[in-house]
Nanobody, 116 residues
Framework: QVQLVESGGGLVQPGGSLRLTCTAS????????MHWYRQPPGERRDFVAG???????NYADSVKGRFTISRENPKNRVYLQMNSLKPEDTAVYYC??????????WGQGTQVTVSS
């Protein structure tokens, strides 16, 4: 059974940092590209960052230089380090495979709220 569990969200002031964790089970994690997505209130779920099986990364323009994606294959985990957070980063954050590869059932996500 495939399961994705996101954690690490919370309320943070502008300029602050958070580290999100996604733990996967039921998939061949080390052989999958993994993405982080986010969905602001009332908006669509969009790509934030991606990491390939060999550790190459790419980012949405809006988060370049502020967010860092990484993975820890022995633990089936992918991380998102978020620095210099802005109010517009407020969203529910999810991990999954790339849409082009076919997403697996979405997890519950983790809420990130950036507000003073």
């Amino acid at each position: 059974q495939v399961q994705l569990v996101e954690s690490g969200g919370g309320l943070v002031q502008p300029g602050g940092s958070l580290r999100l964790t996604c733990t996967a089970s039921g998939i061949d994690f080390s052989n999958n590209i993994m993405h982080w997505y986010r969905q602001p209130p009332g908006e669509r779920r969009d790509f934030v960052a991606g990491i390939t099986t060999d550790g190459s990364t790419n980012y949405a323009d809006s988060v370049k230089g502020r967010f860092t994606i990484s993975r820890e294959n022995p633990k089936n985990r992918v991380y998102l380090q978020m620095n210099s957070l802005k109010p517009e980063d407020t969203a529910v954050y999810y991990c999954n495979r790339p849409r082009r590869d076919g997403v697996v059932p979405w997890g519950q996500g983790t809420q990130v709220t950036v507000s003073s």
